[in-house]
């Protein structure tokens, strides 16, 4: 067996994108991933998926090149690597990423979010070398399938009029009716149980509307709203009074990890972030303030799947709960979060995914949802296979883009139709 890796090959592609509300702004028609390959000596290749923005394309190259010619089993090896690619100032001197959708922009996330997609992608190599399936490289499973919760979204039935984008057959959802009903449609679809609501779109109290209106329609489900740090401490403690008693948790009602603390100590209600503790140096802080009751991983920002279940060790040794947020991401990553999250103990709450938003996938087969539950594979690697004529259709579309599409701007989307957006100031209610 020769575990060097001979081969790695990046494809920077487009997909489609519903036109799904946030803080804000609205998800552009296409968004940018990057898909990852690693080859080994033996012909074995391994698959990683992570963001395809420019930033992350700017420190994926010149990782790839520094990669080729070490052995696909050295994961720690990958952070070390890491540190030897410079990352531009000017990518992340006062940046938050996405507009703080993703939390603090560092150059060590940065380059950590590079870092996750070539981990999955030797994890899926090495598996398929030896026969073992990704879970088993980690420690093996301690559940057979993992929970995931239905994203829903504020949405248009479209996007703009005049701008290109594949048509989606969810339908508009603006009010308490429309993301009811959108809710049923997933439960009718995948199955799901548990649901989130994409908040910080409309003023408090429509939202709180549509928490009421699910949990009249879906009685004892699991409930949360997540308004991506939108609110003051004061708007997020009435919200929690009003609907808190039918949710789950509160995802990150205000903005950073003092006015978290500040809401956690006014109310019982449980905190989730995927905005204020987003790397290890935030951890402290936050909880030792108690500022989150639950943390929302996700590998490709924390470094990958090793680095999830270290984060999940630290939230157990603290008494904090643990599951898994999602941006846009298609079926490798999908399949990552499920091999991850089944070695996880005591995951106690349904993973987030906008899987069932992707209508492509560069897969020859969509992973699917049962009962709101995917199986987590045993076939060796990640047990998924690369569609190359999907890769490539959706590289050229890539390609073709002149350039506006190839980095995430909700605010920049949502401009189509309000040329005066801008990204709100916070609090903005
Ligand atoms: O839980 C979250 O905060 C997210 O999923 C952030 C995402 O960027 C979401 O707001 C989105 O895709 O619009
Ligand atoms: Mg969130």
Redesign the pocket.
Known sequence: MNLTLTDVRLTPILVADPP?????GV?QPYTPRLIIEVVTADGVTGVGETYGDTKYLELARPFAEKLKGRQVSDLNGLFTLADEVSVDASRVSGQVD?GG??GVQTADKLRLSVVSGFEVACLDALGKTLGLPVHTLLGGKVRDTVEYSA?L?YKWAEHPAGVPAERDDWGAALDPAGIVEQARRFKERHGFTSF?L?G?VFPPDQEIAAVRALAAAFPGHPLRL?P?GAWSVATSLTVAEEIGDLLEYL??PALGTPAMAEVAAATGVPLAT??CVTTFAEIQEAFTRGAVQVV?SDHHYWGGLRNTQQLAAVCRTFGVGVSM????HLGISLAAMTHVAATVPGLHHAC?S?YPWQSEDVLTERLTFTDGRLTVPDAPGLGVELDRDRLHFLHRRWLDDDGTLRERD?AAALRVVDPGWTTPAVPRW
């Open positions: 799904l509300l946030n803080t804000q998800h996405v959708l993703r994203y979204f989130k994409k910080g997540d991506n995802e990150d995927n905005m929302l947020h999602s941006n846009t987030d906008h909700d």
